[in-house]
């Protein structure tokens, strides 16, 4: 069966500061994880002979899939992470300290809590729909580097997991997720390939 794998672009030089959003470039470490993640691919699907590298339109996941040069690439608008409208570049720090409305409104709620002039998790699970009807009809393998609301919505819907728990699914930075459909349904394996 056909593998797809999820992984969030290598850690931003906003994931070093906290800052939400944005379209920052890599920090050295996510340099470091473009470079062990083109590793990985290679190896994993070395008898493959078409695949395709999926990506949103931010700059942390073109740079992250970057070294992987001999797969076609597809960047979709509906792989962009989540829009945290007003808050876009604010910590959850300030964003506690500035609208502490805001963040205990979205701490209450978190699946259907959407940012002023933002999105919800529920409006993003609605946006990565066509992604995850070209998905299912694709053939060949997949790679997609996105991000993490997004990846939470797409692994939630392939792993058959509640609404309500996909704004809290781990889908840690460096990690790879692979998904198979096997005999018993979905199979899941991670790969750790950096701190
Ligand atoms: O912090 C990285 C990030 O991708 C932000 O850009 C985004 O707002 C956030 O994660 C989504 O995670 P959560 O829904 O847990 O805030």
Known sequence: PRPILLTRHGES??????????????????????????????????????????????????????????????EWKALDEINAGVCD???????????????????????????????????????????????????SPVVVIAHQAILRSLYAYFMDKPLKEVPHIQVPLHTIIEIKMGMTGMQEKRYKLME
């Not at 944005?22 to 470490?29: I, N, R, W």
């Open 13 to 74: 030089q906003d994931n070093v500061k906290g800052r939400i959003g944005g379209d920052p470039v890599l920090s050295e470490a996510g340099e470091k994880y473009a470079l062990k993640l083109a590793e990985f691919v290679k190896r994993r699907l070395k008898n493959e002979t078409t695949a395709s590298i999926w990506t949103s339109t931010l700059r942390r996941t073109g740079i992250t899939a970057r070294h992987i040069d001999w797969f076609s690439k597809v």
């Open 89 to 139: 570049g604010m910590t959850y720090e300030e964003i506690k300290e500035s609208m502490p409305e805001e963040y205990a409104a979205r701490k209450a709620d978190k699946l259907r809590y959407r940012y002023p002039r933002g999105e919800s998790y529920l409006d993003v699970i609605q946006r990565v729909e066509p992604v995850i009807v070209e998905l299912e009809r694709q053939r």
